[in-house]
C-alpha cells in the first residue's frame, strides 16, 4: 500500500488531493485536527490531518495451482502472505508518523483471500477446508469478526434535529463510502466524521461567491412575513457602508405591512444612506434612475402571505428583468421544517439561487439548513444571531454549520 499524509484548511480540500494523487480507490485511514504554525504557542492555525492509503499491488485474483501441487502445500505457500503484517511504500514526509498496520486493522471489506483447486474461497464466504492451518483460519476469521458499524445513534442525532431521511441516509453512505470501518465503530468518531461530510455536502452547493459580491449592484430580498427581511437587509447595509466603502441605497416595495417602512427609513438615516418607496411595479425603474450614484442597491420586499399562489408572481412584476443581481430567500429557523418546503415550492417561480437563515439564536434545531439547501440548490449564505444592528449576522461557514447540526456549536 502507499500512504501519504494529508494537511488540509477543510475535507472537500483532501478529498480532491486525495483523489488526485491517490486515485478513486483510495481509503482514509485517520483524520484529526491539529494546530500549525504560530510562535511560541501562539498564533496557531487550525488544519485537518489526514492520512490516506491506496493499494498499489491490487489486480486480480492469481490463478489456481496446478494439479500436480497438493492442497496442504498450496495452504503452506498461501500461508506466510496471510499471517505477516502488510508492508507500506510510505512517502518520505511520513514514514516516522505512520505505524505498521496489522491485518486486522486494514481489511475493511470481504476480500478473496486465496485460490484453492479452481474455487476461491472469500472470508465470510464459502466453508473452509478442513486441513487448512490454524493461523490461516484465525485470520479469516479477523475478517468476518469485524462488526459492520451501526449507525443507529447517529440517524437519532440527526433525526432530532429534523434532518429529513433521504439526507441522514447519503450522510451515512458517504461515510461507509470513504471511510474504513475500523474508524466508524464508536459513536463519537460517527459524529465527527459526518461533520465532514455534512460540511462537504454544503460546500458542493455553495457557488464560488456565496456572499454579496463586490461587483454586484443590485440585490433582491425574498420571503414570508416575519422573517425578519428588514432587519437583515439593514446589516448588510451596515457592513457594505462602514466594512466594504461601498455607496449603498435601500429601496422598499414593503408598503402593506404597518411601520415597515418607517423601520428601514431608521435605518437609512442612521448610516445617512438614501430610500426609496416603491408602490406600483411602474416606479421600479424610477427609484433606480434616483439611486444612480449608489454602487449596491438593495431591495425590502413586502412579505405576505407565502400560502397565495399569485404572491410570488405579484412580486416578479416589479422587477421585468430578474436576471440581474442576486436573488435571496430569508427563512427564519424557527419555522417548521415543511413550511420552509412549502414557501420554496411557492417561490420556484423566481430565480433564488442563496439563502439566509434567520434567528438561528432562538433555536436549538438546524437540520432544516443542510434539507433546504440540499433539496433545492441553494448556496448558504449568512446566519443570523440576533437583533442587533449590524453585529448580529454571520458568513454562514459550512463547518460551523456541521457543528450546529451535530451539537457542538
Excluded at 470501518?181 to 459524529?191: A, K
Excluded at 448610516?271 to 444612480?292: C, D, I, K, R
Excluded at 448556496?379 to 456541521?402: E, F, M
Aim: charged fraction near 25%; aromatic fraction near 6%; glycine fraction near 6%.
Amino acid at each position: 500500500m502507499r500512504v501519504k499524509r494529508y494537511v488540509v484548511d477543510s475535507m472537500p480540500d483532501a478529498l480532491q488531493r486525495i483523489k488526485a494523487d491517490l486515485g478513486k480507490d483510495a481509503i482514509i485511514l485517520n483524520t484529526k485536527n491539529i494546530k500549525t504554525g504560530g510562535f511560541f504557542g501562539f498564533f496557531t492555525r487550525k488544519q485537518i490531518e489526514v492520512i490516506a492509503a491506496v493499494d498499489v499491488n491490487k489486480g486480480p485474483v492469481p490463478s489456481a495451482q496446478p494439479q500436480s501441487s497438493s492442497p496442504s502445500d498450496i495452504i503452506e505457500e498461501k500461508r506466510p502472505k496471510l499471517t505477516q503484517k502488510v508492508s507500506f511504500q510510505v512517502d518520505d514526509e511520513v514514514k516516522k508518523e505512520i505505524p505498521t498496520y496489522d491485518l486486522k486493522s486494514i481489511v475493511a471489506k470481504k476480500s478473496p483471500i486465496f485460490t484453492l483447486e479452481n474455487q476461491t474461497v472469500e472470508a465470510g464466504g464459502a466453508s473452509l477446508p478442513a486441513e487448512m492451518p490454524a493461523r490461516t483460519r484465525e485470520n479469516i476469521a479477523v475478517v468476518d469478526s469485524l462488526p459492520k458499524p451501526n449507525f443507529s445513534s447517529l440517524r437519532n442525532k440527526l433525526r432530532l434535529q429534523d434532518v429529513e431521511d433521504q439526507w441522514i441516509e447519503e450522510v451515512i453512505q458517504r461515510m461507509s463510502a470513504r471511510y474504513s470501518g475500523v474508524l466508524l465503530q464508536n459513536d463519537q468518531s460517527q459524529i465527527q466524521h459526518a461533520k465532514l461530510v455534512i460540511e462537504e455536502m454544503l460546500t458542493e452547493r455553495q457557488s464560488k461567491q456565496s456572499l454579496i459580491a463586490n461587483d454586484t449592484r443590485f440585490v433582491k430580498f425574498f420571503g414570508p412575513t416575519g422573517v425578519g427581511k428588514t432587519t437583515t437587509i439593514a446589516k448588510l447595509a451596515a457592513e457594505g457602508v462602514l466594512k466594504n466603502k461601498r455607496k449603498v441605497g435601500l429601496i422598499t416595495t414593503d408598503t402593506y405591512r404597518i411601520g415597515a417602512v418607517d423601520q428601514l427609513r431608521t435605518y437609512s438615516n442612521i448610516l445617512n444612506v438614501p430610500l426609496e418607496v416603491v408602490f406600483q411595479p411602474g416606479e421600479m425603474s424610477t427609484a433606480l434612475e434616483n439611486l444612480s450614484a449608489c454602487d449596491l442597491i438593495l431591495v425590502d420586499t413586502a412579505g405576505r402571505n407565502y400560502r397565495k399562489p399569485d404572491y410570488a408572481m405579484e412580486l416578479a412584476q416589479y422587477f421585468p428583468s430578474l436576471s440581474g443581481g442576486e436573488n435571496y430567500i430569508v427563512l427564519s429557523l424557527t419555522a417548521k421544517n415543511s413550511d420552509m418546503v412549502e414557501i420554496l415550492e411557492n417561490f420556484k417561480c423566481l430565480p433564488v439561487e442563496k439563502v439566509i437563515f434567520t434567528k438561528s439564536d432562538e433555536t436549538q434545531t438546524y437540520g432544516s439548513i443542510l434539507n433546504m439547501v440540499m433539496r433545492y440548490h441553494l448556496s448558504l449564505s449568512y446566519l443570523t444571531t440576533g437583533q442587533n444592528v449590524p453585529d448580529d449576522i454571520r458568513v454562514a461557514v459550512p463547518s460551523k454549520v456541521a457543528n450546529l447540526i451535530l451539537g457542538e456549536g
